[in-house]
């Protein structure tokens, strides 16, 4: 799979938006962008995905840069639930890989 | 429809004593995933199955671990002569089919402390 970089943290205020965003530069074509969430003493819980087009859901958006190489996950209002380690993860759709490769992820701090 | 149940949630065990940790995929999923989180580390993949076959292990200790994945029953993660760097949280995830353009729902995890 290939690599994806990310911020090792980042603080956001309760309410407001945050953008985090993830650099992935060796992304093959048939790369798909996956992120996951880790709160605190709990698994990991699927957040988004996408291919080429910005995608949204109840959770989140995101939002792909058009030569792909990096993306970015957007929290529309953080809550403290939020608080968490985001994982940006890229997973190829073309041949048979099988794991989610997580890397060191961002981790999220709210505040009030 | 349940989520994926991990069972015990914690689990202690004497150092050479062996632990065994279930997994019940979400149903109708039949393809299931194994992580191991050390303190303060990140997620790391051990193995892959589908009912009743391993496709990839590469992720496993090469002594003293094995999984499977029954026809009937939850996966079972077997780790013998535990050590205490066996110590960690242990999370597994299941899809109904490969990963790559959906995603997995994990467990709650098991914690296991060695002692």
């Known amino acids: 799979d290939a690599k994806t970089t990310q911020p090792n943290s980042m603080e956001s205020n309760e309410e407001e938006p945050v953008h985090l965003p993830c650099n992935h530069s060796?992304?093959?074509?048939?790369?798909?962008i996956h992120w996951y969430r880790q709160l605190p003493s709990q698994g990991p819980e699927y957040v988004i995905h996408g291919l080429t087009s910005n995608v949204n859901n109840r959770m989140a958006s995101l939002a792909i840069a058009e030569d792909r190489k990096s993306s970015t996950l957007i929290l529309h209002r953080a809550t403290l639930r939020d608080a968490a380690v985001y994982y940006c993860?890229?997973?190829?759709?073309?041949?048979?890989?099988?794991?989610?490769?997580f890397g060191k992820g961002t981790s999220l701090l709210v505040t009030p | 429809n349940a989520g994926v149940m991990q069972n015990p949630r914690h689990l202690v065990r004497r150092r050479g004593q062996e632990a065994r940790l279930r997994c019940s995929p979400m149903?109708?999923?039949?393809?299931v995933y194994w992580y191991r989180q050390l303190p303060e580390e990140g997620l790391k993949f051990m193995v892959y199955l589908q009912k009743e076959n391993i496709i990839d292990e590469s992720g496993m200790p090469k002594e003293r671990f094995s999984a499977e994945f029954p026809k009937e029953g939850p996966s079972i993660l077997r780790i013998q002569q535990v050590v205490r760097g066996d110590s960690a949280a242990y999370f597994c995830?299941?899809?109904?089919?490969?990963?790559?353009?959906?995603?997995?729902?994990f467990g709650q995890g098991t914690r296991l402390t060695v002692v």
């Open positions: 060796t992304i093959s074509g048939t790369d798909y």
């Open positions: 993860i890229l997973r190829d759709g073309s041949n048979s890989g099988y794991a989610l490769n």
């Open positions: 995830a299941s899809s109904p089919r490969q990963v790559m353009n959906t995603e997995a729902f």
């Open positions: 149903k109708g999923h039949s393809h």
